[in-house]
């Protein structure tokens, strides 16, 4: 079957948090919350109508068929086999987070992550009055790689107890090789600092690189948190899961997620993993090749348009990392100016540490004419400074 991601389905009036927030302004073209402007994969759409026609929504529990659905996907997409008992559900991948942190850290604790990355990593941490120490990414060319020094540097602080990896890296774009996982993974080992993989972007890897889970690198020394939501495009349906093959920590997870009170899964939830998981992957196949193509269309577009701005392709995710430092504007200031001049919201770059300032991120996973009237809007308010 093949399937349109070039239908315009409006969202505005929908409760959507990206495209329904623009106070007062109504042409604005949204490309800046991570989710995607694509109906869901058929399958997905069929069993919440299934679920909706039976019309009982009481309290879910997690049947067989959600742990054999998310054991299948890691094996056949990713070709690390995990049992039943390593997966405990978690309505999102920041409640994980917060709940990890709260289990394996105290107040004053030091949690390590590798900026620029995603802003909700740092809100957790703060929030928790955890400590955030960052290991900035090193960019070569534009393209990002790992500082170890700095990393084994800061990892050998005895306050540092905990490592959140982000791969595929939001918003970088980059998936991290094997080697890059083993030298983390042993340095973290080393200096008793346990790890926390957030791998949400997992199945949104393009052609040429290949996703290797931390679990299979270091299955013992580490907690892995999945999610069919930004591949599925099913955010809204909060529902996660977390990953360890180690007991100990396993308890310690689930004891901190009932003081939290976060064990109920979502009935719609747990009917859209199975789906997606079971079903889905043609629908996934076909939406990789879009992005892609998305992708390398808005990378040729600023080649030729926006000389001055420097963007990589990325290797994972529809979010672009776009670098407009040579325009000397900060990043807060080239949001405004988006926004204001030409009507188009992106992500400011600052948003995911100081490490991002001068840098915008632009979700591409929308339809190739919304991509089209962003990026002219994009040439419109920054064209005159190229
Ligand atoms: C790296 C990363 N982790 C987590 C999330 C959000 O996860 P959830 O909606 O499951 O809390 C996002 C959303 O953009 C993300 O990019």
Redesign the pocket.
Known sequence: MKFDFDERISRRNTNSQKWDTAHGKDDVVPMWV?DMDFKAADPVIRAMEHKLAHGVFGYAYIPDAYYEAEMNWWEKRHHCPIEKDWIVFTP????ALAVVIQAFTSPGDKVLIQAPV?N?FYGVISANEREIVENELVSQDGIYGIDFEDFEKKAEDDRVKLFIL?NPH?PVGRVWSKEELERLAEICRKHNVLVIA?E??RDLVFGGSTFIPFAAVDAMNSIT?T?P??TFNI?GL?T?NIVTANSELKDKIKHALHVNGLHDPNNFGVEALIAAYNEGEEWLDQLLVYLESNRDYFLAFVEEKLPRLKVSAPEATYLMWVDCRSLGINSEELGRRLYEEAGLRINEGNMYGNAGDGFIRVNIGCTREVLTEGLERLEKALGQLN
């Open positions: 991570a999102g991948v920041i409640p995603y909700a982000c939001n957030d949400i972007h948190c999610s939501s930004k955010a909060k996660a």
